[in-house]
Nanobody, 119 residues
Framework: QLVESGGGLAQSGGSLTLSCAAS????????VAWFRQAPGKAREGVSC????????YYTDSLKGRFAPSRNNDIDTWYLRMSSLGPEDTAVYYC??????????????WGQGTQVTISA
């Protein structure tokens, strides 16, 4: 089970850090990705971090503003988001898969956390 937290309302230019807490899996062996879905738009891949901390960006334009990380000791992954703008408003999801690299499809999904950025 994956549970996201850390979403909320922020102002343009601000930062937020999302968390994804896992239960029932050994996070040491999972690739974990972040996706987002804005109202009326298709789901978009953000980034992924492999078990050995290699980072893949599914959307290159987010590189430099969004950074995934992990803490295997507490089975938690993070997405640090900075220089936020209204275009970043979306529901953010974490997803996990038992793989040593970052794929494009995942087996486990969280319920999502809403991020709203005001202009």
């Amino acid at each position: 089970q994956l549970v996201e937290s850390g979403g909320g309302l922020a102002q343009s230019g601000g930062s937020l850090t999302l968390s994804c807490a896992a239960s029932g899996i050994n996070s040491n062996y999972y690739a974990v990705a972040w996706f987002r879905q804005a109202p009326g738009k298709a789901r978009e891949g953000v980034s992924c971090i492999s078990p050995d901390n290699r980072v893949t960006y599914y959307t290159d334009s987010l590189k430099g503003r969004f950074a995934p990380s992990r803490n295997n000791d507490i089975d938690t992954w993070y997405l640090r988001m900075s220089s936020l703008g209204p275009e970043d408003t979306a529901v953010y999801y974490c997803a996990a898969r038992l793989l040593s690299y970052c794929p494009y499809d995942f087996d486990y999904w969280g319920q999502g956390t809403q991020v709203t950025i005001s202009a």
